[in-house]
């Protein structure tokens, strides 16, 4: 079965400091991997997803993550974060197979970044 | 665009009292989620639908109900609600089961 591990609860920084929100996930079978943003009271709201290709993803609000094959990971980076920025990160991962037995999204328990002035 | 609409926003019910969320997309999407969150859990899936006419359990089905209407309405039924599904929950639909998911904007349940 398929699972995604974000180590860290809690992430606190500093106006424009960069930060990296890590995620780990654990497959037996190829994956489609995702990163999702929540801000407070509002559902979740896609950042940027690997289907394919280019190991490095670009997406919304300046935020982009690396798809590293060999070590199971898919950080989420952005260099200089502003305080709008303060949300919660959830990290997910699904089968690349669409009639596998695992296929569908499975989520993280989420990364809190609490940008501080 | 209304994308993934829920209702209602917030709801009290009292122990044992029954309730059905509503759910509905415009995306024409085949598949359908309910996941409730809660603090340190992340979100956790109730029952997921991944296409009209079948509906699954997830991880936490336990005390719920689904029905897949039609193929852009699904709700979540509780039938004797209580204070464990104190939550917010959310209602997703995506094109297939492993693409991104859509969210709607969530309803926040209390049973006291």
């Known amino acids: 079965a398929q699972s995604v591990t974000q180590l860290d609860s809690q992430v606190p920084v500093f106006e424009e400091a960069p930060v990296e929100l890590r995620c780990n996930y654990s497959s037996s079978v190829s994956v489609y991997l995702f990163w999702y943003v929540q801000y407070p009271n509002q559902g979740l709201q896609l950042l940027l997803k690997?289907?394919?290709?280019?190991?490095l993803v670009k997406g919304i609000n300046g935020f982009e993550a690396e798809f590293n094959k060999s070590q199971t990971s898919f950080h989420l980076r952005k260099p200089s974060v502003h305080i709008s920025d303060t949300a919660e990160y959830f990290c997910a991962v699904s089968d690349t197979n669409y009639g596998g037995a695992t296929n569908k999204l499975i989520f993280g328990t989420g990364t809190l970044l609490a940008v501080q002035p | 665009n209304a994308g993934v609409t829920q209702t209602p926003k917030f709801q009290v019910l009292k122990t044992g009292q029954s309730m059905t969320l509503q759910c509905a997309q415009d995306m024409n999407h085949n598949s359908m989620y309910w996941y409730r969150q809660d603090p340190g859990m992340g979100l956790r899936l109730i029952y997921y639908?991944?296409?009209?006419?079948?509906?699954d359990k997830g991880e936490v089905p336990n005390g719920y109900n689904v029905s897949r209407l039609n193929k852009r309405e699904f709700s979540l039924r509780l039938e004797s609600a209580a204070p464990s599904q104190t939550s917010v929950y959310f209602c997703?639909?995506?094109?297939?089961?492993?693409?991104?998911?859509?969210f709607g904007q969530g309803t926040r349940l209390t049973v006291v």
């Open positions: 690997y289907l394919s290709g280019s190991t």
């Open positions: 997703a639909s995506s094109a297939q089961p492993n693409t991104e998911a859509f």
């Open positions: 639908s991944a296409s009209e006419g079948t509906t």
